[in-house]
């Protein structure tokens, strides 16, 4: 089993800064792909930004400039650094991730969720 564990979510007002971190445990062999989503009252589930084993990053143009994703891999986080954020980037954040095991499995694995909300 693996586990995920968010924080850093809150409150801020626009134009504030937050920084995300989510910590992987448990049977990890390896992670791929790590990532944030967020999903606001009403709306899907959408890709905020995204990192490979590699490092290479794509983000949701809505973020781009804004948001930096980052990963510690000998610590198994992923970390999202929010700056000048808006009122429409309020939403549920969920990390994700795609988790290797000894034997070669691939699973992937989501967060319980982190809030954020930025005030007008």
């Known amino acids: 089993q693996v586990q995920l564990v968010e924080s850093g979510g809150g409150l801020v007002q626009a134009g504030g800064s937050l920084r995300l971190s989510c910590a992987a445990s448990?049977?990890?062999?390896?992670?791929?792909?790590m990532g944030w989503y967020r999903q606001a009252p009403g709306k899907q589930r959408e890709l905020v930004a995204r990192?490979?084993?590699?490092?290479?990053?794509n983000y949701a143009d809505s973020v781009k400039g804004r948001f930096t994703i980052s990963r510690d891999n000998a610590k198994n986080t992923v970390y999202l650094q929010m700056n000048s954020l808006k009122p429409e980037d309020t939403a549920v954040y969920y990390c994700?991730?795609?988790?290797?095991?000894?034997?070669?499995?691939?699973?992937?694995?989501w967060g319980q969720g982190t809030q954020v909300t930025v005030s007008s």
């Open positions: 994700n991730t795609n988790v290797v095991t000894v034997v070669g499995t691939e699973y992937e694995y």
């Open positions: 448990g049977r990890i062999f390896r992670l791929n792909a």
């Open positions: 990192i490979i084993s590699g490092g290479s990053t």
